[in-house]
């Protein structure tokens, strides 16, 4: 496995950050009603989604680093937008610390994620990422049902 | 950039592929009629958005490959689910020859795609993944709005 990178650790992470900034201001845009009433009937709202996405990257990424098994909780927990946002600042500083902590050759290591989900770890991390963008899109659509305009999407 | 990878070129492709698969059962789903007119109020319907899709991938990756640089066109020629389904099949089939002719020092050179976004080939190529995630999510509330139930999004 020892090439010319595709892609490095860290421009794996910049580019996560990347997202995770737009995934912020998405947040930040939705009315603080809305983002925890509104949503197409058999959906769930943005404000639960965004519970979802807290609930998967830093504590998914805490278990690859600390190879510890723990099943997936969501607590659903935080209710407001100021402490959503709060708790995506605080896990944001947590990711970096914790990608530091990563090597190359951790990423094709397996890992039981959640108890569930035993593949390598390259494509746990690539599911945070993917599951951010297939949920932020969806919060995308509610704004613009709501008369709102998102934010520019390749804007990182 | 000697390292040993976080991601492989075949990986990545991998990735890549799953992903279509998934959007291509996206379009599968979709009711004919409503794929070319069903959209939320300042949206394009989901027709629109496979269109730019088609768009993006397979011209974008041929111009890198062969380091031509067009201007991006969205032709919207596609007008049934049929029609679009067809080029997708074809277009995969492409993606993978290009890919093929790709090396792992190219992803990290710098390439003006469609004469406007002059980045690194790997931010070229993830961008394309992004941008299916994110449309193909679209998609979903789409078909949740019709009450269809979209495909399993960990299934590729």
Redesign the interface.
Same mark, same amino acid.
């Given at each position: +496995? $020892?090439? %010319?990178? %595709? *892609?490095?650790?860290e421009?794996?992470l910049k580019?996560w950050l990347g997202?995770r900034n737009l995934t912020r201001r998405t947040i930040e845009k939705f009315p603080e009603a809305e983002l925890f009433t509104y949503a %197409?009937?058999? +959906?769930r709202t943005f404000g639960e989604l965004a519970n979802e996405l807290i609930s998967i990257a830093v504590p998914g990424l805490t278990g690859i680093v600390n190879r510890q098994v723990e099943a997936y909780a969501e607590a659903n927990k935080y209710t407001s937008k100021a402490a959503i946002l709060e708790v995506w600042d605080q896990h944001t500083e947590e990711l970096k610390h914790l990608w530091a902590q990563l090597?190359?050759?951790n990423?094709h290591e397996t890992f039981n994620l959640f108890g569930q989900y035993e593949f390598p770890v *390259?494509e746990n991390i690539?599911?945070f990422i993917? $599951?951010e *963008?297939?949920?932020?899109?969806?919060g995308? %659509?509610?704004l613009?049902?709501l008369?709102i305009?998102p934010p520019f999407?390749?804007e990182r």
């Open positions: +496995m $020892n090439t %010319v990178a %595709v *892609i490095t650790k421009e794996l580019h997202h %197409v009937p058999g +959906m090597k190359e050759e990423f *390259i690539l599911y993917d $599951n *963008i297939h949920h932020r899109a969806q995308y %659509v509610y613009r049902s008369g305009e999407f390749w």
